[in-house]
């Protein structure tokens, strides 16, 4: 009994002297900083770690498991996405309604013009820096890069969704004779495409003032677009041609998605 | 952290996702002890690369026993080990004692870099302490570790780390000590 109290006492005394010895020389211990390797050599020991994670018994569940994974993390970024994109979106459709109903423009233009102007905007929010910030920090310690970045695209993608659908929807009540299939069509082809394109640029360039760019083209493309002898030609195109043009569009999408997801987005940039 | 042990279910799944999140959550701490165990950058890096793959390749036979950082941790404290025992160490070990030495050599150091060679001693004086001690120390103050979890991670007693940490500490602080007292009658001016 009396060892086990001398021993105890002893314990107690190396742990103040321990805390004693911490406190003495700790300012100069901080100053033994560590000089990390850079991002290109962490990513050289993820490609070297990719042969040995252990192989998928079920591909499908892992496509499964991933488009979870992708569809919880976009609910999330729903409340990350910056004030200014939902009001810049919120004047789109102002802009987009009050043209229509005020100026008398062309509908159908007017929905083919603003089409992607949300999903270009967005595209400033994907590019946005993924360690801005405690949230996308703890985030990026439960998804990788790739996750974070396609469900960003997603919450685009999907706002996109909803606002031409308001739009149609509110342009075909006050229009009776606007022809509904016409509108998705008029909007769903620039959409696929500049979402198809969006998804290649973000996986190769990640600068801000590219978008500023992209827009301006946008605008200058749209602006021809919607002249009236254009719109002629653009509405006698056949409709096959549009479904054609978004189909391929799409599989484009889809298929760039997959393949950042599986590549990473840096990989591309170095190789 | 319960996310750990989730994002390790999904690598067992095949996620390389997964594998790459749990990689750059404890890429900086690993590389971080590896660095401050062996001294050298280049070094560093290869060992924080070969022991990262290590846990992958035994990814299985981690069944949330403990904590996984634990677990990572013995993995890279038994590699150190390893490589400390191995012909490679000691090539470059010769190596880093001919930098040292002619970084040395500058005897009149402007007062700018001051702290850099303060950061030099603390390096020399943490490579002079022996192996266990060197752990110890390491993974107590700057990897903020509870003794009783270096006592796992390093696979020992609780009284062994709490000796290794005394001894350790106490060389470090008489070394260090010395070193500065050096340091400031080489910065005090002659009258």
Redesign the interface.
């Known amino acids: 009994m009396k060892k086990r109290k001398l021993h105890h006492t002893f314990?107690k005394n190396?742990?103040h002297?321990?805390e004693d010895?911490?406190q003495?020389?700790?300012s100069?211990?901080d100053?033994?900083?560590?000089?990390?390797?850079g991002e290109e050599?962490?990513i050289?020991?993820?490609d070297?770690?990719?042969p040995?994670?252990?192989?998928?018994?079920n591909k499908w569940?892992?496509v499964l498991?991933?488009m979870t994974?992708i569809t919880k993390q976009a609910y999330q970024e729903i409340f990350y996405m910056s004030s200014l994109f939902w009001i810049a979106n919120g004047l789109l459709i102002a802009a987009a309604l009050s043209g229509v109903l005020l100026m008398k423009a062309d509908p159908y233009a007017m929905v083919m013009m603003f089409a992607p102007i949300t999903t270009i905007m967005g595209l400033i929010e994907v590019l946005k820096s993924r360690n801005a910030g405690m949230a996308e920090l703890e985030m990026?310690?439960?998804?990788?890069f790739?996750?974070i970045m396609l469900s960003k695209m997603l919450v685009v993608g999907g706002f996109n969704l909803v606002i031409n659908l308001l739009i149609t929807l509110s342009l075909g009540m006050f229009y009776q004779e606007i022809l509904i299939a016409k509108m998705l069509l008029f909007w769903i082809t620039p959409f696929t495409f500049i979402a198809a394109l969006s998804l290649l640029f973000v996986s190769r360039y990640r600068q801000i003032y590219a978008i500023t760019a992209g827009m301006v083209i946008w605008l200058t493309v749209s602006g021809y677009l919607s002249q009236p002898q254009i719109i002629e030609k653009l509405e006698s195109l056949p409709a096959e041609l549009y479904v054609t043009a978004s189909a391929v569009a799409l599989i484009l999408s889809l298929f760039k998605a997959v393949h950042i997801?599986?590549r990473?987005v840096l990989y591309e940039v170095n190789h | 952290m319960p996310?750990d042990e989730q994002?390790v279910k999904?690598?067992?799944?095949?996620?390389?996702?997964?594998?790459?999140?749990l990689?750059?959550?404890y890429?900086?701490q690993i590389?971080?002890y590896v660095?401050?165990k062996v001294g050298n950058?280049e070094t560093a890096?290869d060992l924080?690369?070969e022991i990262?793959?290590k846990v992958?390749?035994r990814?299985?036979s981690y069944s949330n026993k403990g904590k996984f950082s634990s677990w990572l941790y013995t993995i890279a404290v038994n590699h150190c080990r390893d490589y400390w025992r191995s012909s490679d160490f000691k090539q470059t070990s010769k190596l880093a004692e001919l930098n040292e030495a002619l970084v040395c050599d500058k005897s009149h150091v402007p007062y700018i870099f001051e702290?850099k060679e303060?950061?030099e001693?603390?390096?020399t004086a943490?490579s002079t302490l022996p192996e266990h001690q060197r752990e110890a120390v390491l993974l107590?103050?700057?990897h903020h570790m509870k003794i009783k979890e270096i006592a796992d991670v390093t696979e020992t007693n609780v009284?062994t780390v709490?000796?290794r940490?005394?001894q350790g500490?106490?060389k470090?602080?008489k070394l260090?000590?010395r070193g500065?007292e050096d340091e400031e009658e080489k910065t005090t001016p002659y009258f």
């Open positions: 314990d190396v742990d002297q321990i010895l911490e003495e020389i700790g100069l211990l100053e033994y900083d560590v000089e990390y390797p050599q962490i050289m020991t993820i070297a770690m990719k040995y994670v252990p192989v998928r018994k569940r892992t498991r991933g994974a990026s310690y439960k998804y990788n790739q996750e997801y599986k990473g | 996310e994002l999904e690598i067992l799944a095949g996620s390389q996702a997964a594998m790459e999140v990689t750059r959550k890429y900086k590389f971080a660095y401050r950058k890096y924080t690369q990262f793959i992958i390749q990814i299985q702290r303060i950061r001693q603390v390096k943490v107590k103050y700057f009284s709490k000796s940490l005394h500490l106490g470090l602080a260090l000590k500065v």
